[in-house]
């Protein structure tokens, strides 16, 4: 990945736990987003928090930025099956308007 | 709401022959970019436009060209294509003023043969 690497690459769970994914970058940023990919489907933006944030809410989803060490993390909770897609963090720099993703998460949700 | 409308879904093409990928933009969206991504990687960033002028570039091959029209749909145009072009495309539109809000399409499936 150009951007850095997502924590962990894959992430097995059974429905109704807490499933947490990590991302770190390597630039300055403006925003860091989160998308859900279904299997080679589109991209669906899912949350952008601000590089001036700490943390943000959306439902059952929480995200947390620590600008000082790069990264992010992604907590998505009571999972279900549906949510079994690849998550990919995707940051816009200072310099410029285009996304640099992450590597992604592949997660499965077992019901 | 209206989304970005990407055509064809699907592209099968021998080794050599050329491709044109379109994309249109959500309304009012005056900004496009392109993404390209390859089998089990991230989507890396090909090329973006503003007012039909590229405004950033990333990597996307010599053998790719891309422009943006007055209606602000974009094309993709790929020559002598390789094995290795196989990919899902992306196209995003997104506000100039609010570039870090791109909203992306469904993606062209890309198989070359």
């Known amino acids: 990945s150009q951007q850095g690497e997502e924590d962990p690459q894959a992430l097995s769970i059974q429905e109704g736990e807490n499933a947490t994914m990590n991302c770190s970058y390597k630039t300055s940023i403006n925003n860091l987003q989160w998308y859900r990919q279904n299997s080679g489907r589109g991209l669906v933006h899912l949350i952008l928090?601000?590089?001036?944030?700490r943390e943000k809410h959306s439902g059952r989803l929480r995200v947390t930025l620590d600008t000082s060490k790069k990264s992010s993390s992604l907590l998505i909770t009571a999972s279900r099956a549906a949510d079994t897609a690849s998550y990919f963090c995707a940051t816009d720099s200072i310099s410029g308007n285009k996304l640099v993703f992450g590597a992604g998460t592949i997660l499965r949700v077992k019901s | 709401a209206a989304g970005v409308i990407q055509s064809p879904r699907h592209l099968i093409k021998e080794k050599r022959e050329t491709a044109t990928l379109k994309c249109y933009p959500i309304?009012?969206?005056?900004?496009v970019y392109w993404y390209q991504q390859g089998p089990g990687q991230d989507p890396q960033f090909l090329i973006s436009f503003y007012e039909k002028m590229q405004s950033d570039k990333g990597s996307i091959p010599d053998r790719f060209s891309a422009q943006q029209f007055s209606d602000y749909h974009s094309e993709l145009n790929m020559s002598s294509l390789e094995l290795g072009d196989s990919a899902l495309y992306f196209c995003?539109?997104?506000?100039?003023?609010?570039?870090?809000?791109?909203?992306f399409g469904p993606g062209t499936r890309l198989t070359v043969l």
């Open positions: 928090i601000r590089s001036n944030e």
């Open positions: 309304p009012r969206h005056d900004t």
């Open positions: 995003a539109s997104s506000l100039r003023t609010r570039a870090n809000e791109q909203f």
